[in-house]
C-alpha cells in the first residue's frame, strides 16, 4: 500500500529515514491473516440413524405431557432471573454500539458568551494619575461543528465490531434462556422422582411391616428366634431412616425451582405427581451440519469472532491518516444591539491531517491485541462447535441406554417382587430360614429405588438431547450476523 509522507527539516537524512520507517511500519500494520475457522464437519451422528430432521419445537417442554411443567418453564422464561441479566447485558452492549458509533457523526455544539470588563485609569495615566477607567463589553453567539473524515474504517469497523457484539449478546440470551428451560424440566423430574421414590419407601415400609409379623408369629409357635425379629426390626429402623433424606431433596428440589422462576421459596407450590404419567417423547437428531443453525452458543461465538475481525480491521485502519474538518461561526459585537449585524458576522474553517508515524510502537501493539483476540475467538468457536457434537453424540447415548437400563431394571423389579411373594409363603410354611428372607426383602428394595432413580435418568437425558439440539432455536429467527452492518440500528431492546 503505497504511503506518501510529506516531512520537512534541516535533516534531509533524517526526513527520509523518518519516512521510510513510517511507511514501513504501516506496510507491517496492513499485513493481517483471517484467524482459521476450518473445521471437518460430519456426515452424520454415530449413535443414530443419518438423515435431516426438522428443528425441535421451541416448545419442546410440552412433548412430556405435563401442564404444571408447561407452568413453570414458561414462568421461568418470563421472570428468571439470570435471563434477566442476560437481557441488561443486550442493553449495555446495545448502548455501548451506539457510544462507539458516535464518531461516524459530525459533533455540533452551540456557545454563548457575554462579558463587561473595566481597566483601571491610573494605570494608563502613568505618574501623572488622574486617568479614568475605560469600560468594554463583549458578546458572541455561535456554533461549533467538528467532523471526522473516515477514509480507511477505522470508526466503521470499530462500529460494526460494537454492533456485531451486541448481536452476541442476543444470542447469549437465547441460551441462557434454552440453558433455564432445561434445568426447570430437569428440577422438575427430580421432584417427581424424589415423589417417586417416597412412595417406594412407604411401600417398602409396609412390606417390612408386614414381614415383622409373619417373624413374630414364627417365634410365638416356637419356629423362630429372638434374633430373626432383631434382625428384621433392623431392616424395618433401615427403610425408615431412608425416608427423611428423601423428603429432605424433595423440599429442595421444590425450592430450586422456585428459585429458577424468579420467586422465592414459600411463594411457589409444586405439586408434582409420578414420573410414570409422562409421556416419553421421540426426538430425531437430523444432521450435524444442521446444528450449525440451531444452537444459540454457537452463533454466539461466530458473532463474536465476526466482532473480533471488525476490531481487527480497525486496528489496521488506524496506521492510516485521519483528516478533521471544523468549523466554527457565529456573532461577535461589543454591544448587544448590533450583535446579530453583518458586520458582526465571524467564522472559521480548518482542514487537518494528522499521519502516525512512531508512537512507541503503541499502534502496532493494538493491532498484535486484536489479532490474538480474533485468534482466540475462532479457536472458542471451533471448540464450541465440537462441544456441540458431542452433546448430541453424548446425549443420544444417554437416551438410548438409558431406555435399556430402565428396561432391565423393571426385569429384575419384577424378578425380585416374584422371589418376595414366594420366600413370604415359603416363610410361613417354614420351609426356608430366615435369612433368605432379608436377602430377598433387600434386593426388592433396592431395585425399587434404582428403577425410579433410572427412569429420572432416562428423561433427564431426553431433556439434555433437547437442549444439545438447540431447544428449537434456530438462526432464521435470529438477526444474521453478515446484515448486522447493514441493517438500521436501534439500541432499546425489543421484546
Not at 331 to 355: D, I, K, P
Request: charged content about 20%; aromatic content about 6%.
Amino acid at each position: 500500500m503505497p504511503v506518501l509522507l510529506t516531512l520537512r527539516s534541516r535533516d534531509p537524512a533524517w526526513a527520509r529515514a523518518a519516512a521510510l520507517g513510517g511507511m514501513l511500519l504501516l506496510l507491517g500494520g496492513c499485513q493481517t491473516a483471517a484467524p482459521d475457522t476450518a473445521l471437518p464437519i460430519p456426515t452424520g451422528f454415530k449413535a443414530a440413524r443419518s438423515g435431516e430432521a426438522p428443528a425441535v419445537s421451541p416448545v419442546w417442554f410440552r412433548s412430556f405431557g405435563s401442564a404444571e411443567l408447561d407452568r413453570l418453564v414458561s414462568a421461568a422464561l418470563a421472570q428468571n432471573l439470570d435471563i434477566e441479566a442476560a437481557i441488561q447485558r443486550i442493553n449495555q452492549a446495545e448502548a455501548q454500539a451506539v457510544i462507539t458509533g458516535a464518531p461516524l457523526f459530525p459533533t455540533l455544539a452551540a456557545s454563548g458568551d457575554a462579558s463587561r470588563q473595566q481597566s483601571s485609569g491610573t494605570a494608563r495615566a502613568g505618574l501623572g494619575g488622574g486617568g479614568s477607567p475605560t469600560r468594554s463589553n463583549s458578546f458572541s453567539l455561535g456554533l461549533n461543528a467538528a467532523f471526522e473524515v473516515d477514509l480507511f474504517g477505522r470508526n466503521r469497523y470499530a462500529a460494526r465490531a460494537a454492533e456485531t457484539s451486541a448481536v452476541a449478546t442476543r444470542f447469549d440470551r437465547d441460551a441462557v434462556a434454552l440453558a433455564t428451560a432445561a434445568s426447570v424440566a430437569n428440577t422438575y423430574f427430580a421432584v417427581l422422582a424424589s415423589q417417586d421414590r417416597l412412595r417406594i419407601a412407604e411401600s417398602n415400609l409396609r412390606i417390612a411391616e408386614r414381614v415383622l409379623e409373619a417373624v413374630r408369629g414364627r417365634l410365638n409357635v416356637g419356629t423362630g428366634t429372638a434374633l430373626d425379629v432383631a434382625q428384621q426390626e433392623s431392616v424395618l429402623a433401615t427403610q425408615r431412616a431412608a425416608v427423611p433424606p428423601l423428603r429432605q431433596e424433595l423440599q429442595q428440589n421444590r425450592n430450586a425451582l422456585a428459585v429458577l422462576v424468579g420467586r422465592t421459596p414459600e411463594s411457589v407450590s409444586v405439586a408434582g405427581g409420578s414420573l410414570d404419567r409422562l409421556r416419553l417423547p421421540g426426538v430425531r437428531a437430523g444432521l450435524p451440519s444442521q446444528l450449525l443453525l440451531r444452537r444459540p452458543d454457537i452463533a454466539r461465538d461466530e458473532a463474536n469472532l465476526a466482532a473480533a475481525e471488525a476490531n481487527v480491521a480497525s486496528a489496521r485502519a488506524a496506521f492510516f491518516p485521519s483528516i478533521q474538518l471544523t468549523a466554527a461561526g457565529g456573532f461577535q459585537s461589543a454591544a448587544l444591539r448590533t450583535l446579530l449585524g453583518g458586520n458582526s458576522l465571524v467564522y472559521s474553517v480548518a482542514a487537518g491531517l494528522t499521519q502516525p508515524i512512531f508512537d512507541g510502537f503503541n499502534l502496532q501493539g493494538q493491532l498484535a491485541l486484536q489479532q490474538g483476540r480474533a485468534a482466540e475467538l475462532a479457536a472458542t468457536y471451533k471448540r464450541t462447535i465440537l462441544q456441540s457434537f458431542l452433546d448430541v453424540e453424548n446425549a443420544l447415548v444417554a437416551v438410548r441406554e438409558t431406555a435399556e437400563y430402565e428396561r432391565r431394571q423393571r426385569e429384575a423389579v419384577a424378578a425380585s417382587r416374584r422371589a418376595l411373594d414366594i420366600t413370604e409363603e415359603r416363610l410361613r410354611e417354614g420351609t426356608i430360614d430366615v435369612v433368605t428372607l432379608f436377602n430377598t426383602q433387600t434386593s426388592l428394595f433396592q431395585n425399587q429405588d434404582a428403577l425410579a432413580r433410572v427412569r429420572l435418568l432416562r428423561f433427564q437425558a431426553l431433556v439434555g438431547l433437547y437442549q444439545a439440539l438447540g431447544g428449537g432455536w434456530t438462526v432464521e429467527r435470529a438477526v444474521p450476523v453478515a446484515q448486522v452492518a447493514d441493517a438500521p440500528f436501534s439500541w432499546k431492546l425489543r421484546p
